[in-house]
């Protein structure tokens, strides 16, 4: 008879309590306080990492949940962080339909996917969200620096009907897109210039029978970015990322083309912009402006 959870955890902190100690060392930090507050024991999932990593390892689990929450009072204030612990942090808002919002939210602490999320929203309702980790150098293969993982993306139930109702308002981007828009500012301001995302079978709540279906929000998307497949669980997304030359695109979709990347540099800029204003007194100014293309033609 297989385990239960709690049963499963209390087991792993017998046999690994120094992991444990360790992670919950992360949280001491003042500007965690509502972290800590609300997420009183956060750190034991520690044992069900966000990821299927092939070896299991509790030990790089850890390793990754540390420098997580080591790094965010080094790009966040207090102040910040208690704002993403409750209502959420709006980073982008629409201008025609001002009920549109990019908002930067703590993830539910009933999911282990991402321990932050971008949610995509319509007033309070969440249509969409991206969740990421941050993830220290040579983890996730030999060789990879410090980033943003991409851990879930995913869309609430009816979003595709939804999404029909406001295309125009959005330029027909697609709000994965608008949401990976918002993380390349926001990796801006926190000073990263790699993203990584997880492939379609090591997504955590994969299942063979549903794999069309996570191989288009994963894989699929990835290859949409120009993301280069690093080993069989991970994307390296190219930073700074280069839109497709425009000369290259059919004469007469370049004026969509053109409107649709300008609506998505507003949502990048909006994002990292808004991480500056909302963080006045950030313990560590890692920003930078890598996001931006030193060159593109667009004539």
């Given amino acids: 008879m297989p385990y239960r959870a709690s049963q499963r955890t209390a087991l792993k902190i017998l046999t690994k309590p120094h992991l444990i100690i360790?992670?919950?060392r992360c949280l001491l930090n003042a500007s965690l306080k509502s972290i800590k507050d609300n997420y009183p024991y956060h750190y034991l999932r520690i044992t069900k990492r966000n990821i299927n990593f092939i070896n299991n390892s509790i030990t790089l689990r850890e390793k990754i949940y540390s420098y997580h929450y080591k790094t965010m009072p080094k790009v966040f204030d207090m102040g910040f962080v208690d704002l993403i612990c409750n209502d959420g942090a709006v980073l982008w808002r629409s201008t025609t339909r001002p009920e549109l919002s990019i908002c930067?939210?703590?993830g539910n602490q009933e999911f282990r996917d991402g321990e932050i999320e971008l949610q995509f929203r319509n007033?309070?309702?969440?249509?969409?969200f991206l969740g990421f980790t941050l993830v220290p150098e040579n983890v996730l293969c030999n060789g990879t620096d410090s980033g943003v993982l991409i851990t879930r993306?995913?869309?609430s139930t009816g979003y595709l009907d939804f999404f029909k109702t406001v295309k125009s308002d959005l330029l027909d981007v697609g709000v994965n897109h608008l949401l990976?828009?918002?993380m390349r500012g926001l990796s801006a301001y926190m000073g990263f210039a790699t993203i990584y995302g997880v492939s379609t079978i090591f997504q955590s709540y994969y299942t063979e029978q549903r794999f069309n279906r996570f191989n288009r929000t994963y894989n699929d998307f990835w290859e949409a970015l120009q993301g280069t497949k690093i080993?069989?669980?991970f994307f390296r997304l190219p930073v700074p990322f280069i839109d497709k030359d425009i000369t290259e695109i059919a004469q007469?979709?370049?004026s969509r083309v053109r409107k649709k990347r300008q609506f998505k540099d507003l949502v990048i800029n909006s994002a990292f912009s808004q991480a500056i204003h909302l963080n006045p007194y950030a313990?560590?100014?890692l920003s930078h402006s890598w996001f931006t293309p030193k060159y593109q033609i667009n004539f």
Avoid: M
């Avoid at 007033?123 to 969409?128: D, F, G, Q």
């Fill in 22 to 24: 360790r992670a919950r």
């Fill in 104 to 106: 930067l939210k703590q």
């Fill in 123 to 128: 007033a309070s309702k969440v249509i969409y």
């Fill in 153 to 155: 993306v995913q869309g």
């Fill in 180 to 182: 990976f828009a918002a």
């Fill in 231 to 233: 080993n069989e669980a």
């Fill in 252 to 254: 007469h979709h370049r």
């Fill in 283 to 285: 313990s560590n100014k």
